[in-house]
Every structure is written in C-alpha cells, then in structure tokens.
C-alpha cells in the first residue's frame, strides 16, 4: 500500500462518445492486473442531480450501485472491468457540487465571504476527488464532457489544482482524442488532435498521455508528428484502434505500452501485469462458433447504449456457453398481433427489459403471450416481469383488465400496485426502491436450481411491485413466487413451471454481471436459449424429410 494515492485523470477531446469510459476502465483493469488496487470516479458536467430522471434517448442506462445510487452508465464499465467496489462517492455531478456549496453557504460556513466558482466550487470538486482516494493505490477520475465545453471548466480548472496541490509524481493527465481517416485523400489527420491538446493546454493542463482513437493503425511517423505539436513524447501516444470487443481494449493498451508508461511517470514499482485470464477470455471471446438470437421488445431500441449493462450480460452468458450472442432490438410500440410470428420468427429467446412509462406496454404484454405459449424462453427484468404478470392475469387466470396502477390506476384487477412507503412521495428523483436487496429463493423452486442457494442480493429501482393480494390465485394457475423478501412480504421473482424456462425478477441482475463471472439468470437463460434452438431445428429437419419422403 502507497502512503498516497496517485490520481489519473482522464479528459477526452474533439468529440463526446470516443471512450473516456472504456479507457478509464481499461487503466483500471491494467493496474489491477499488476497488483495494484484501484477505485474509480466519473464527474458528470450536467447540472442534473443524477441521471434518475433523465431520458434513456438523451443520456443512456441509468447503473445502479450496491448502495442505491443512480449513476452515470461508465460505472457499469468500471465495475465489469475492474473489482473496484463503487458506491454515492463514485459519481458526482454538476448540480451536487453547486447544491453541496449552496447548502453550506445557507448554513454560514463560508463567514460571509463571497461565494464564486474559484475558489469554492472548484474546491468542493477538490474535497470529492481527494475523499475517494482512500486506501487505494490509484484512483482513476473520468471527467465528463469534452474539452472546450463551458460545463466542464470547473472540473478542469479542479485537477489542474490538484496537480500543484499533490505533486507532479501524484498526477497524471491523459488525454483521449480521435485521429479521423478522410477516405478522400486517404490520409489519417492528426490536426483535430492538435487542436483538442491547445484547448486544454489552454486551461493550464498539458497532457501527459494522449489516447488517439483511429479507424486505421497509425505509423511511427505520425506518432511522431503528434508528439512534436503536443508537446509528448512519442511512446507517450498510445494507438487506440477500434476493436470487435471491447475487453480487447485493454489488453492493445497494454501492447501499446500504456501501463508500463503510466507506472513510470507515477514512479509506481509494481509486479509485471498478469493478464492471462483477460487473453485466455479474448481468445475464447474470438473461437465462438455457434449462435444464437434473442429479441429485445423495449421501447428504447434505437438507442442501444439504453441497454449498456443488458447487453453485456447477455454477452457474457453467450461466452460462457460458447456461443455468440445476436441481439434483435424490436420496437413495443410497433408490435402487433399481426406482425408477432414474422418479428420472432428467427429468435430463440424473448427478453423484456426493464423501463418507465405507459408507451409500449401493450406490445410488451404480447410478447410476452407469445412466449409463453410458445414455449419460448422467456426473461423479463423489472417492468418486463410486471408485464409477465399482467399477461397470466389476464390470459391464464382470466381476470379481465387485470394490470399495473402505473398504466390504469382504476383497474378491477390491480395486480402490480405502489409500494405503500412511495404512495407519498412527490419528489422523482432518487425515491425510488434502490440498490441491493437481499432475496430468499425457496428450495423447490427453478432459481434454486439456477443460483445454488437460498439467499441471494440483487439490485433495484423501481417504484411498483407484485400485489401479494394476487399471489395465491396466479400460483394456482401455475405462476409461482421462485424469489421472496425476507420478511415474506414481497414477490422478487416470478416462474411458469409448465414452461422450459419462463422467468420474470423485479432486480436487475446485469448489474451484478461481468464478463468473466456471468451472471447465473443470464448464464442459464442463454443455455435454454441455445436448446431452444437446437429443439427448432431438429423439428424442422425432421418436417423436411417428412415432405422428401412423401414427394
């Protein structure tokens, strides 16, 4: 252990959407993979409290921590990445460092001084940063935005304090920025870097790193070019090429001499990186060779970073299973009774994800129908599970009307309803049922199979439940509670036993997934997924003999 912390802060340039995240997370995973243990900060320039209340379109899945606390979806990347265990502090925003200083300003801590930006905002951003390096080795601090937006001066102008405050061997400052390929003249252009690096030496921070983000390898020669205009060396410009996977980042960071080049600069002595089980997952990653589809039915589905962490776990299951997954982004809003046998026609399994709001619903619910008479696996998370139990209400236990008090609040038939403690609640942001939740998971149900245990903690956010009123009546049908709270009180998981794999939880276990350590529902889901598959096409093999035979 280092009597302090080292702080790498990492900035991006040129455009939003480059990979400040994945690079922050591979930094961490390379650190961790020479011995050193490390935590993880993304600053978020918005004035938003957090992203709870944001729109998926505008700003991507909402990550939730262990403790509850709605973040930025790179958390999700640092956590698959690394084991840094991230809590509130990892995730800070604009408008909690101006509501922290206002609350203190309120209270007369500031003794009547004036309050400005500098030197009371950027010190409130200071005290954050500081206040999570302890008892690690290296504390990895995203700043979000791009270089160059007004938001995200204060932030700047914080670490670039920080570095006179700490000591240069303390600080280091990487910078991610793009290499574009003109196709025109076939050249790779290093000028919009050139640009991006004067911006932020302008501010007062010179990069000692530069991640160049390029769609083609780049020479030594332009290496050195940047080098000479960026003020760097150039083994201090690492190639970040784009990549079919995304964990194989880390390991061409490596390649490139990234972490032996930040340890350096740190003056770090460290072990020599172990990264056998990262090759040995990239190797696998690449060997796959059979495949299967599943059909996502979300509302979200032109923005696919809305699913960040879904997709991934799916991914995961996939690799566990040797197979690759494909995933069928299918519009709810879209879906109708005529047009269901066409859309599924090619998956081997049907996914309801979690969401917000009443757009969609009605497809979601007849997917879910289709499923389950089907026969086709079905996994439904969060809202996706509430759907699966207006679907059996409705269709199975023939209680006409049956639905969620979100969507028709004068329902006959309530079987999801609010929660009693939400019931007063005025205030969206950060009110509803969050972070982890321990479940009881009885011993003759399909989960136990699943997990191997009768106690289990997932992650949530939600505000509705299963009504418990309804409980007896639906299990009589055959949809029975695989997943209780402790104190008995509320339905965590939902499973049809006259189904080859039929499951709705109220969590959101791909919050808990990595991609080395897939999650058991998604590991087991895929699984059924594949042998649904197999079953598919055995039958229809079997159809065409049948017609050779006869003709």
């Given at each position: 252990?280092?009597?302090?912390t080292k ?37 978020d ?24 606390a ?38 007369g ?77 076939g ?16 501010v ?10 390029t ?47 930040v ?171 969050l ?17 191997g ?46 189904h ?7 969590f ?11 999650h ?32």
């Amino acid at each position: 252990m280092y009597k302090s912390t080292k702080f790498i802060f990492v900035t991006g340039g040129v455009l939003s959407s480059l990979g400040k995240g994945l690079s922050a997370a591979s930094i961490g995973a390379l650190m961790e993979c020479r011995g050193l243990t490390v935590t993880l900060l993304k600053m978020d320039p918005y004035i938003n409290v957090d992203p709870g209340t944001m729109n998926p379109f505008q700003h991507g899945e909402v990550f939730v921590t262990d403790d509850g606390a709605e973040t930025d979806l790179d958390l999700g990347h640092y956590e698959r990445f690394t084991h840094a265990i991230l809590r509130q502090k990892n995730n800070f925003t604009t408008g909690q460092i101006y509501d922290a200083v206002i609350q203190k300003e309120r209270r007369g801590e500031y003794l009547g001084e004036t309050v400005q930006v500098i030197p009371h905002i950027t010190d409130e951003i200071k005290d954050k940063i500081r206040g999570l390096g302890n008892g690690v080795d290296v504390a990895i601090v995203e700043v979000g935005g791009t270089v160059g937006d007004i938001e995200s001066l204060p932030f700047l102008e914080a670490i670039r304090q920080l570095r006179v405050d700490l000591g240069p061997q303390n600080v280091l400052y990487v910078h991610l920025t793009l290499l574009p390929f003109v196709k025109a003249s076939g050249e790779v252009k290093t000028k919009p870097t050139q640009h991006s690096v004067k911006a932020l030496r302008e501010v007062g921070i010179q990069p000692d790193i530069l991640i160049c983000r390029t769609e083609k390898k780049i020479t030594r020669d332009i290496k050195e070019k940047i080098a000479l205009f960026c003020n760097v060396r150039p083994e201090e410009v690492i190639a970040a090429e784009d990549v079919n996977c995304i964990y194989e980042v880390l390991l061409n960071f490596h390649y490139e001499g990234l972490d032996q080049k930040v340890v350096e600069l740190l003056n770090i002595w460290t072990r020599a990186p172990r990264l056998d089980e990262w090759k040995s997952f990239i190797q696998a990653v690449k060997l796959l060779s059979i495949s299967v589809t599943i059909g996502i039915v979300g509302k979200y589905v032109n923005l696919h970073e809305s699913y960040k962490s879904l997709n991934e776990a799916l991914f995961a299951a996939g690799v566990i299973n040797r197979a690759k997954v494909n995933l069928k982004f299918i519009d709810s809003e879209l879906l109708t009774s005529e047009t269901m046998d066409s859309e599924f026609a090619d998956v081997d399994g049907i996914l309801v994800p979690g969401g917000f709001g009443s757009r969609g619903i009605e497809g979601k619910i007849k997917a879910v129908r289709f499923a389950r008479e089907n026969k086709i696996p079905f996994f439904g998370i969060c809202l996706g599970m509430q759907m699966a139990v207006v679907e059996f209400a409705r269709n199975v236990c023939e209680l006409e009307g049956a639905n969620s008090t979100e969507f028709n609040s004068d329902t006959s038939y309530p079987v999801i309803h609010l929660m009693d403690e939400q019931r007063s609640i005025t205030d969206k942001g950060g009110t509803m049922r969050l972070g982890a939740y321990e479940c009881l998971i009885p011993e003759n149900s399909e989960c136990h199979k699943i997990y191997g245990t009768t106690k289990i903690s997932e992650r949530h956010r939600h505000r509705y439940e299963f009504n418990p009123e309804f409980r007896e009546r639906l299990e009589e049908k055959g949809l029975r509670a695989g997943g209780i709270s402790p104190d008995g009180k509320l339905i965590e998981i939902v499973e049809y036993v006259d189904h080859p794999w039929f499951i709705g939880c109220q969590f959101h276990p791909e919050f808990k997934s990595k991609p080395m350590d897939s999650h058991p529902l998604f590991a087991s889901y895929i699984k059924a997924s594949l042998d649904y598959k197999n079953r598919k096409e055995q039958q229809n093999e079997l159809e065409k003999k049948i017609t050779n035979g006869c003709e």
